[in-house]
Nanobody, 113 residues
């Protein structure tokens, strides 16, 4: 029903920045909460940030103050601006709704020290 395609990952030095994008298809995009998740090697997938249809945001404590989630409903796209990146931010990043039933490919973020 809904397809999500993440992009924007890459290799960056500690302290650097990246902006991830999530392009979504589906008519309900504009009325649902969207989230960014990440999964580091050997760890469980965790919720990083979320944004409601009305623009209310929430962040994991580990990224608060460094990451910013935003959305452009006209473009069916969710963004994650990541600043002051740390090696511990290294993970595959995924976008999805609040109750994912499936996952896309994600985009790899690697932060070197």
């Amino acid at each position: 029903q809904v397809q999500l395609v993440e992009s924007g990952g890459g290799l960056v030095q500690a302290g650097g920045s990246l902006r991830l994008s999530c392009a979504a298809s589906g008519s309900i995009f504009s009325i649902v909460t969207m989230c960014w998740y990440r999964q580091a090697p050997g760890k469980q997938r965790e919720l990083v940030a979320r944004i409601s249809s009305g623009g209310i945001t929430n962040y994991a404590d580990s990224v608060k103050g460094r990451f910013t989630i935003s959305r452009d409903n006209a473009k069916n796209t969710v963004y994650l601006q990541m600043n002051s990146l740390k090696p511990e931010d290294t993970a595959v990043y995924y976008c999805n709704g609040m109750s994912p039933r499936s996952w896309g490919q994600g985009t790899q973020v690697t932060v070197s020290s």
